[in-house]
């Protein structure tokens, strides 16, 4: 198991708004930034000062008495990072844990350094004016909307912050320019690689800020997983989603509906709103139809991003399911095509965004996903391989004819989706109950 830390740089667009919802200037924001980088400077160097006194006290201290000092005992904290930041966080309007990042960073390159600059070998460090940004991990947060990713960071102290009058906190749209870096957003977003403390710097060419994301992963988890140890996914009415692992009684259930409702309440309103627009009429108000039937078509928008935001958390908590029971393979029914299903599926195309974030996500985790004939894995016993569409007396129930068997339905066909090499198993089902039928007729 190895951690990997890496870096990738993405540029920003300005995107802040005040409390109105009116946009604020980039030169208006540009002002706030390029003043934190002034107070990064000064931080950075007065964290240098105050470890040189202290290195210098020290070395006299040692030498007049035999010991070293503790800073406890001269600071009330226990290292000089204490210190620097009790001295600085009240004049300075940077974000506390941003600050913190900063001087602890200044002090592990002191210490690197200190024999060398001891020794006359090397000068003690003075920083510069245009100083990059640090961000503590917690001071950023990705948004993902519309297909589009933004990113909000904490910058300035939470009062300091108040007199701006922001509505939404220092907001970015990153620039996205090519499919790899748009991988590592959705994983850091995912939450399968872990974002950690990252910088902030002016690019002077673009004229643009610029954002170096640092993420780290481990690959523990996925040397771990079983290829053989099957999971099977069943997409279903009932249930979004239902998952299990032939044998095991234990599930993965999401009971969902959260899409159809918010569809549902957000239809109504448009409904309503459609109903309004009518009695303006067309001749009257001479554009007036048109402009006032765009905010009812916006609707369709708000339940793609709310259904996009919804199959993302179902996937994330799926392969999260898939890991902590060890599955190295996912099974499911392939969707697309013409089966018995294919027309509840394709109603609303839900299911099959779900299932392509699924995908995703399992390939991220090192996952194989295996697609699956999706016939009569819902008539399917279980427990015994006996078909017949009576072992359903409703959607939500199964009960086998031949066993006896009693079950969730949707629980039922996850057990069926997750044997290995089902659809060969199924074609010898049907053809020994065939046979079984001709025997007892011949009877
Ligand atoms: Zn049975």
Redesign the pocket.
Known sequence: MTLLVKVVKIHLISEQFDKAGNRIDYKEVNKILWELQKQTREAKNKTVQLLWEWNNFSSDYVKASGIYPKAKDIFGYSSVHGQANKELRTKLILNSSNLSTTTMDVCKIFNTYKKEVWEGKRSVPSYKSDQPLDLHKDSIKLIYENNQFYVRLALLKKAEFAKYGFKDGFRFKMQVKDNSTKTILERCFDEVYKINASKLLYDQKKKMWKLNLSYSFDNKNISELDKEKILGVDVGVNCPLVASVFGDRDRFIIKGGEIEKFRKSVEARRRSMLEQTKYCGDGRIGHGRKKRTEPALNIGDKIARFRDTTNHKYSRALIEYAVKKGCGTIQMEKLTGITSKSDRFLKDWTYYDLQTKIENKAKEVGINVVYIAPKYTSQR??????IHKD?RPNQAKFR??????ESNADYNASQNIGIKNIAKIIEKDLKKQKSEVQVNENK
């Open positions: 016993c279980s427990n015994c391989g006996y072992n086998c004819l031949k066993c006896d068997f």
